[in-house]
């Protein structure tokens, strides 16, 4: 049993290291060639090894882009991506908190109406609705804008569901001893469904910062001025926006700083992330 | 402080379900009223209704000298101890304590003051600054207990809120509170399935069955004199054992029972192996089972020429033996007579 078992955790091993690899091989080549000099590429052989110009690169694209060859600095669009993300993943679940709240602990008229419409949303994303979307936003005035950029992907129910699935755990009682006490529903909602919620905030706030991050397709369409551009849109104008060949130096610098912040978010926020996921409270 | 008084009060859910029907009872004020009865009898709707969370379908409620029935539970001015406590589980017991002051803007210095002392009063004061998921069950019993005492309410409401203590906890806590309510004097409807919890601990019982009051009295009013054959059935352990009328005649043991009686209760504490003093009813039986109890003794037999079972208890282990066939007497004045079709006591 025992040499059985040491095989077995061995096997194991050999298994998840080469699974890590394959996951963690093409950053670490992003990585590598993100400190080559520009023309290490033309060559046709993949670097395995940094390169010298590491520093440089990163400061041109931060600082000062390479507009002649279709890549404006992205410490705005890093900016741009990251006013995104926080919007919608705030606006998300503060409507879906609120819109939760009253279709669980409210009887009105409609509510399964409403509980529908909120759930004929999930079948509706972005990408499905874009031309009319972009229609409305076109109308509206808001292309070009942080509204335009986020309000469309903010109407969305994901997030409603993962909060209702709480909010029934929560016991009944817990209700009724806050009406004694002497709280009002926005009172009890502020005082006592928020605060347990907590974690389930948490992760909902980590993949909705991701899902905002990564938005391609919505950015690509609505921005012109590249002023509200995103990075992960900057990625794909420096791949095919110029004439001449990619400069993958400074394409592969912009990704690994564009896959940056997601990592931080979830390194801060695993912790809750993960109790938000698989715990739930009493 | 405060006299609740319910005159007429039902509900009826939607869908025509009748949870509690016509119930009117005067709580006098100070006075510890148990309802009672078995699961579905209405006992906690009715807590409910008078708590503020049930709507009144008919009916009115008055608690001190308001009509309260289209009032919010808060401005009851009553307090609840929920079974499962429902204790806020992100605040510490001081915020559980001191949330309902501070909704209802009670200043600082007096929510500390009151915090403090029903802490101290609950034996609480150690876990203050604890979470609830931190405390054991019979803490956490008190603290929601503390909740319910800070806030000087006209009245207190008890629903089942020692069923999720073990036994010795239960009895220890049962004790707690009546001492407490004694020593507050504050008018408290407590609920209970529980009849020993129900009778240790009221003033006054009140027993439901279906919706409806069969009989309000003192434990010993109730024990003594059931009103009805539920009552009888339903208070004191192990429960009355009923026979029929005919039987007894067919045994010649006829006594003078008021006419119309045709089901006759015995406790069991009142039958005896040996024949007691004064007028008595004997009968014979069969021993099936003999359950040792400590001090006492329950003897399960059967009535001989019948298939009915009697429950005995005596004291200490009697000389008698799983098949044996003995005699049981029970006292003239111990009958309790009912009329079966009514369930009603005669007489």
């Given at each position: 049993m025992?040499?059985n078992d040491?095989?077995?955790?061995l096997?194991?091993h050999i298994?998840l290291i080469?699974g890590?690899?394959v996951v963690?091989f093409p950053?670490?080549?992003?990585?590598?060639?993100?400190?080559?000099e520009p023309g290490t590429?033309?060559?046709?052989v993949?670097p395995?090894l940094?390169g010298?110009?590491g520093w440089?690169?990163y400061r041109?694209?931060?600082?000062e882009g390479?507009?002649?060859?279709?890549?404006p600095?992205?410490g705005?669009m890093?900016?741009?991506?990251?006013v995104m993300?926080?919007?919608?993943a705030?606006?998300k679940?503060?409507?879906?908190?609120?819109?939760?709240?009253?279709?669980?602990y409210f009887?009105?008229r409609?509510?399964l109406?409403f509980f529908?419409?909120?759930?004929?949303?999930?079948m509706?994303p972005?990408e499905?609705?874009i031309?009319?979307?972009?229609?409305?936003?076109?109308?509206l005035?808001m292309l070009?804008?942080?509204a335009g950029?986020t309000?469309?992907l903010?109407?969305s129910a994901t997030?409603?569901?993962?909060f209702?699935?709480?909010?029934?755990?929560?016991p009944?009682?817990m209700?009724?001893?806050?009406r004694?006490?002497g709280a009002?529903?926005?009172?009890?909602?502020k005082?006592?469904?928020?605060?347990?919620?907590?974690t389930?905030?948490?992760?909902?706030?980590?993949i909705?910062?991701?899902?905002?991050?990564?938005?391609y397709?919505?950015?690509l369409?609505i921005t012109?001025?590249?002023?509200?551009?995103?990075?992960v849109?900057?990625?794909?104008?420096m791949v095919?926006?110029?004439d001449s060949?990619?400069?993958?130096?400074l394409?592969m610098?912009?990704v690994v700083?564009?896959a940056l912040p997601?990592i931080?978010?979830?390194?801060?926020m695993?912790?809750?992330?993960?109790?938000?996921?698989t715990?739930?409270e009493? | 402080?405060?006299?609740?008084?319910?005159d007429g009060?039902?509900?009826?859910?939607?869908?025509g379900?009748k949870a509690?029907?016509?119930?009117?009872l005067d709580v006098?004020?100070?006075?510890m009223?148990v309802?009672v009865?078995p699961?579905g009898?209405g006992?906690?709707?009715?807590?409910?209704?008078?708590?503020g969370?049930?709507t009144?379908?008919?009916?009115?409620?008055?608690i001190?000298?308001?009509?309260v029935?289209?009032l919010?539970p808060?401005?009851?001015?009553?307090?609840?101890?929920?079974?499962?406590?429902?204790l806020?589980?992100?605040?510490?017991?001081?915020?559980?304590?001191?949330?309902?002051l501070?909704n209802?803007?009670t200043?600082a210095?007096e929510?500390?003051r009151?915090?403090?002392?029903?802490?101290?009063?609950?034996?609480?004061?150690?876990?203050?600054?604890r979470k609830?998921?931190q405390?054991s069950?019979g803490?956490?019993q008190r603290v929601?207990?503390?909740?319910?005492?800070v806030r000087?309410?006209?009245a207190?409401l008890?629903?089942?809120?020692?069923?999720n203590l073990?036994a010795?906890?239960?009895?220890?806590?049962?004790?707690?509170?009546k001492?407490?309510?004694?020593?507050?004097?504050?008018t408290s409807?407590?609920v209970?399935h529980?009849?020993?919890?129900?009778?240790t601990l009221?003033?006054?019982l009140?027993?439901?069955?279906?919706g409806?009051i069969?009989?309000?009295g003192?434990?010993m009013?109730?024990?003594d004199?059931?009103a009805?054959?539920?009552?009888?059935?339903?208070?004191g352990?192990?429960?009355m054992?009923?026979v029929?009328m005919?039987?007894?005649?067919e045994?010649?043991a006829?006594?003078?029972l008021p006419?119309?009686?045709d089901l006759?209760?015995?406790?069991p504490?009142?039958?005896?192996?040996?024949?007691?003093d004064?007028?008595?009813?004997?009968?014979?039986?069969?021993?099936v089972?003999?359950e040792?109890?400590?001090?006492?003794?329950?003897?399960y037999l059967?009535l001989?020429?019948?298939?009915q079972?009697?429950?005995?208890?005596t004291q200490?282990?009697?000389?008698v033996r799983?098949?044996?066939?003995?005699?049981?007497h029970?006292?003239?004045?111990a009958l309790?007579p009912?009329?079966?079709a009514?369930?009603?006591r005669?007489?």
């Open positions: 025992v040499e040491r095989f077995g955790t096997l194991a298994v080469l890590v690899a963690v950053v670490y080549v992003a990585i590598i060639a993100s400190t080559h590429f033309l060559r046709g993949m395995l940094p010298p110009q440089e690169n041109t694209v931060l600082f390479r507009s002649n060859a279709g890549a600095p992205i705005g890093l900016w741009n991506s990251f993300a926080m919007l919608i705030v606006g679940i503060a409507i879906s908190l609120l819109s939760t709240f009253a279709i669980v009887r009105f409609f509510r109406f529908w419409v909120i759930f004929l949303t999930l509706l972005v499905v609705r031309v009319p979307t972009f229609d409305v936003v076109a109308s005035g070009n804008t942080y950029l309000i469309p903010i109407a997030a409603t569901f993962l209702r699935q709480f909010f029934m755990t929560i009944e009682e209700l009724e001893a806050a004694v006490d009002g529903p926005m009172k009890f909602f005082d006592i469904l928020v605060p347990l919620s907590v389930n905030i948490a992760a909902m706030f980590v909705m910062f991701i899902y905002g991050w990564n938005q397709l919505w950015p369409l012109t001025d590249d002023s509200y551009y995103t990075v849109m900057g990625i794909q104008r095919t926006g110029a060949e990619p400069l993958w130096h394409v610098a912009t700083l564009a997601p931080l978010v979830i390194l801060f695993q912790r809750l992330f993960v109790k938000g996921l715990e739930t009493k | 402080m405060a006299r609740i008084v319910m009060l039902s509900k009826v859910y939607a869908g379900v509690v029907t016509d119930v009117s006098a004020d100070g006075e009223i309802l009865g699961s009898c006992k906690s709707t009715l807590l409910r209704m008078v708590a969370l049930e009144i379908s008919a009916g009115t409620l008055t001190g000298d308001r009509v029935n289209q919010e808060a401005q009851r001015d009553i307090a609840m101890v929920f079974q499962n406590y429902a806020y589980p992100h605040m510490t017991v001081r915020g559980n304590l001191a949330y309902g501070k209802r803007g200043p210095d929510i500390a009151r915090v403090a002392q029903a802490a101290e009063m609950l034996e609480i004061a150690p876990f203050l600054d609830p998921r405390l069950g803490q956490r929601a207990m503390g909740r319910a005492l000087e309410p006209a207190f008890f629903d089942e809120p020692l069923s073990d010795k906890l239960r009895v220890q806590m049962r004790v707690e509170i001492q407490l309510q004694r020593r507050l004097g504050t409807l407590y209970t529980d009849q020993l919890e129900a009778l009221a003033d006054r009140v027993v439901l069955n279906g409806v069969e009989q309000v003192t434990p009013e109730l024990y004199r059931p009805t054959v539920f009552v009888a059935g339903f208070i352990s192990p429960a054992n009923m029929a005919p039987y007894l005649r045994q010649g006829v006594p003078g006419s119309g009686t006759v209760g015995m406790r504490d009142d039958l005896s192996l040996t024949p007691p004064g007028d008595h009813l004997t009968l014979r039986g069969s021993v089972l003999l040792p109890a400590g001090a006492e003794s329950h003897v059967t001989k020429g019948s298939r079972a009697v429950t005995l208890r200490g282990l009697p000389a799983e098949g044996d066939e003995v005699s049981l029970a006292p003239l004045r309790h009912f009329d079966e009514t369930g009603k005669v007489g």
